[in-house]
């Protein structure tokens, strides 16, 4: 048996924020195992870390539908664990082996900084296939791993409910809405991923490395507040540097149980 804990990322209460499962494991099960588990789980990621020193750890990260090649709020949860059941010797830093290559979690108080390569986004022309899954007309749209559609300032994000079997048609691995707001954050966004078996994800950071960029180029600021106006909700603090994005949320323990890996 193995443990395997539930954390709410991006947030500072449980029920909000998105849940993710975590494992920690002595070596990855299969493949097939890994991806059951994810199945049943039923949450957008569930995480499977294998602990190499007292601050390294290779990750992997697996949806619904199939292993992904990087998950941001799976991550925080899982440095969340490390930091409250692990304690690393060094520091407040602890380093994940990844898809996406060395990935550090850092302790800064109640926050979790994670530090993770920026998406290149490509300008595409905006289709009568977009406004027709989202039911709005996007200003802009742009692509890297994900779509990102950019809407008017004032758009109802919040209230927003897509087609999924359209948005399944679009380009990007997932699809993300963002509009300014005129409040205390910066910018707000939703997240949705047909494709991964989610329908939407209600707190992407893998996503911000696309959304966080955008903004901090347009708004010219590199320091953003990001609200993301899922159902459960939640807030990113995003520090665009370029080829990097760092992104800091709090977490929080919502349970801990056990997986039978024999079976």
Known sequence: MVKSYVVDAFASEIFKGNPAAVLFVDHFPSDEMMQNIAMENKLSETAFAVKKDDNHYDLRWFSPAGEIDLCGHATLATGFLVFQKAAPKDGQSVVFNTMSGDLTVTKKGDLYEMDFPTY??????????????????????????????????????????????????????????????????????????????????PVCGSGHCHIAPYWSERLGKHQLTAYQASPRSGVLHCDYEGKRTKLSGEAVLYSENEVNLAI
Do not use: W
């Open 120 to 201: 290149d986004l490509k300008a595409i022309p905006v289709t009568e296939a977009m406004t027709e899954a989202y039911g709005a007309r996007p200003d802009a749209a742009y692509l890297g791993r994900d779509l990102v559609c950019v809407f008017p300032q004032g758009t109802a994000i919040a209230e927003m409910d897509p087609d999924m079997e359209k948005l399944k048609k679009l380009d990007g691995m997932a699809q993300h809405v963002t509009a300014i707001v005129d409040d205390e954050y910066d910018c707000v966004s939703r997240s949705f991923a047909p494709k991964l078996g989610i329908n939407e994800d």
